[in-house]
């Protein structure tokens, strides 16, 4: 069973369970044709209703949960309940129906506050304070997650993967470059920040070799949290020059200081806040942080105790990124 089957991850799981061969049931709120002629069975329902899932995760053998709300911006119950309680109930279908194996896709931002993460592992503890709400709900949900691992009756883990991105990606890459096409990218900080990425491909089979760990060694295995990425750190800006030069944008050239880029974050934060608007300022305090400050992180864990590897490096990835939006036009 994999949860928010139709998302950008969701959707690259399935196809590599598929493709393996085993049987895939889907969970989402839309309608996923393609992915249902590839073989998958679709439940169209909401994970906020327990029964809802207790009934749909009755048959299945393992669940991974990606489902989720990202973004940086909107109330507190809209991603606690999708990111929280959501979890809580996938958790407790797979009690109830004895499915002795859980996945959960948590983030790396649960364990950023702000402060530069250079080479971290998982010894690295939950972030002290908030900057927004998605960071805060997942890292209560990866908690809840953990606590529930007990070998023998049900193994978790989950795992951070982190600024996942490929040729079909509809959020990071599309936004970057109609930020970068309208002028409104800025460099952020002295520009010579690094950050870890990681491609869908190897984004997804970290989950598949997660399911593989958890059924063949859940003492090892489980009960634990684990960063995925290229193992490649980049710098980011020049990584988003080589995007924008693949999309054939112009790449960011001016400049903000860290220091200003925050105080307009917070600013536009109150401010809409104050004024009840609900789309998302056009910068904030996390985002401000997210494109400053160093994050990259240590998968010698992933490696070790999931079998997890790297099946597409950062050159091939940008290849088949270059390559795709070159036929696409």
């Known amino acids: 069973m994999v949860t928010g089957c139709g998302g950008f991850l969701g959707s690259e799981i399935v196809r590599q369970l598929l493709q393996r061969g085993d049987q895939v049931t889907g969970i989402s709120r839309g309608e996923y044709p393609a992915l249902v002629k ?18 749909t995760l009755r048959d299945c053998d393992s669940v991974v949960h990606t489902a989720a709300v990202a973004g940086v911006w909107g109330p507190w119950q809209h991603f606690f309940s999708i990111n929280k309680l959501a979890t809580d109930h996938v958790l407790a279908a797979c009690r109830s129906n004895q499915i002795p194996q859980c996945v ?12 530069h993460q250079r080479g971290v592992d998982e010894t690295v503890p939950y972030a002290s304070h908030w900057l927004c709400h998605y ?14 691992h007990h070998p023998g009756t049900l193994a978790t883990a989950a795992l951070r993967p982190h600024l996942i991105w490929g040729e079909d990606d509809p959020h990071i890459l599309p936004r970057m470059l109609d930020r970068a096409r309208s002028g409104r990218l800025r460099i952020v900080g002295d520009g010579k920040n690094v ?17 593989d ?22 710098n980011c800006w020049d990584w988003i020059r080589e995007i924008c030069e693949l999309g054939k944008v112009p790449p960011p050239h001016k400049r903000i200081s860290y220091a200003a880029a925050y105080r307009v974050g917070a600013v536009l934060e109150a ?16 985002v401000a942080a997210q ?3 160093d994050h990259y992180f240590s998968v010698e864990s992933a490696k070790e105790k999931l079998g997890f590897r790297v099946r597409l490096s950062m050159d091939q ?11 696409r036009g």
């Open 195 to 211: 950050v870890d990425t990681v491609h869908v491909v190897n984004a997804a089979a970290a989950h598949l070799d997660a399911i």
């Open 291 to 293: 494109l400053a400050r």
């Open 213 to 234: 760990a958890l059924a063949r060694t859940p003492e090892k295995a489980g009960g634990r949290a684990y960063f995925i990425a290229q193992d490649e750190p980049v």
């Open 104 to 115: 959960f896709t948590s983030s790396p931002s649960v364990t950023f506050d702000g402060d």
């Open 271 to 286: 401010g809409y806040r104050l004024t009840g608007r609900k789309n998302e300022p056009p910068m904030t305090r996390f």
């Open 317 to 327: 990835g940008l290849e088949r990124l270059g390559k795709a939006w070159k036929e």
């Open 135 to 148: 960071p805060h709900t997942k890292a209560l949900a990866e908690q809840t997650v953990l606590e529930a």
């Open 38 to 55: 590839l073989g998958m069975k679709h439940c169209r329902g909401d994970l906020t209703e327990a029964d809802f899932v207790s009934r």
